[in-house]
């Protein structure tokens, strides 16, 4: 069993930035790949960045050069530095990571507006 306990969300003036973190615990030796997804209104959950053990990163075309994935020294936790923030980032953002079973974290809002 995997928890996935998300921080770091709330609200922003367009073109700021945002630090989101995910911390995994559980009886867990290491996590592979962890991901970001987010779920804006009235749209479908999408995927936002993902990274490997070995830390091998991958984004969403409209993430990337804003978005930056990252691991702690721990390993099993997870941040999405966010700059540069759009409205349209506007959304619940969740992480993600598959140990058996797909996991969620809790959802976490985040909201870009003046």
């Known amino acids: 069993q995997v928890q996935l306990v998300e921080s770091g969300g709330g609200l922003v003036q367009p073109g700021g930035s945002l630090r989101r973190s995910c911390e995994a615990s559980?009886?867990?030796?290491?996590?592979?790949?962890m991901r970001w997804y987010r779920q804006a209104p009235g749209k479908e959950r999408e995927w936002v960045a993902s990274?490997?053990?070995?830390?091998?990163?991958n984004y969403a075309d409209s993430e990337k050069g804003r978005f930056t994935i990252s691991r702690g020294n721990a390993k099993n936790t997870l941040y999405l530095q966010m700059n540069s923030l759009k409205p349209e980032d506007t959304a619940v953002y969740y992480c993600?990571?598959?140990?058996?079973?797909?996991?969620w974290g809790q959802g976490t809002q985040v909201t870009v507006s003046s």
């Open positions: 993600n990571t598959i140990y058996g079973s797909i996991y």
């Open positions: 559980g009886n867990i030796s290491r996590l592979y790949f």
């Open positions: 990274i490997a053990d070995g830390g091998r990163t």
